[in-house]
């Protein structure tokens, strides 16, 4: 039978579902964009929230479908929980790390503050050690009166008043208690009036600085009769 008019629109209206197909067609691809930054705005994308929404506005599905697939897109696993408390036990070991080395540091400037102020001692006792060959002989020259007055009198005078500002004290006082630990006893004899060893007579004046004995003093020691 022959048509009339256009073909078009006869071809249209005898197969109403063609368009349809068409527009639906179901081996028509899809494409996913997974990028975490939205190219247009710069944000970071949220994929839960876009899965959720996605969701939200399918047609497909009945109601309870649509807000069980809402519910499973947003539900953190167990695995990103346990994660998420990583960062917290991260940095309380690193604040702990933090505290043990500052207790070392401390512990460590101590050390060295400590080590500093023995060395000093040491070097200042050393010093007063080479010294006191140099007072003897300034004592020898004061007992036989080379040093009453003058010029070597008064040098003798400063170095003995500079030795002092360093600790330096002499030991030569007499009729005090033998002390062993101060006291070099080179002669022993008899005393009277004594109940106790007592030093009569100094022969080498001895020096100590601070607690530390540096030369005991020799003497004679006059004990109980």
């Known amino acids: 039978m022959p048509h009339h008019g256009n073909e078009e629109e006869h071809g249209s209206s005898g197969n109403p579902s063609r368009g349809n197909e068409q527009e639906n067609d179901p081996q028509k691809p899809v494409i996913h964009d997974n990028r975490k930054v939205d190219p247009k705005t710069g944000q970071a994308r949220h994929p839960d929230q876009e899965r959720a929404a ?4 399918s047609g497909s599905g009945d109601a309870l479908s649509q807000a069980e697939d809402i519910l499973n897109s947003v539900e953190v ?37 400590r080590d500093r102020a023995v060395a000093g001692e040491m070097a200042v006792i050393g010093v007063l050690n080479a010294l006191l060959p140099v007072l003897d002989d300034v004592d020898a020259a004061r007992q036989h009166g080379d040093l009453a007055d003058g010029p ?22 007499t009729g005090v208690e033998f002390d062993p630990t101060i006291h070099e006893a080179l002669i022993q004899q008899p005393g009277t009036d004594i109940e106790i060893d007592t030093v009569s007579q100094v022969l080498r004046s001895g020096y100590k600085s601070g ?10 020691v006059a004990v109980p009769a």
């Open 211 to 220: 607690d530390r004995v540096l030369r005991a003093a020799q003497v004679i």
């Open 77 to 113: 696993p167990a695995a990103e929980s346990v994660a998420q408390g990583a960062p917290a036990a991260e940095a309380e070991e690193l604040r702990n790390d933090l505290r043990r080395l500052q207790a070392e540091y401390v512990n460590y400037r101590k050390r060295v503050e």
């Open 54 to 57: 996605a969701a939200a506005d």
């Open 152 to 173: 070597f009198a008064a040098i003798a005078a400063k170095l003995e008043a500079a030795l002092k500002t360093y600790g330096l004290v002499r030991i030569d006082e």
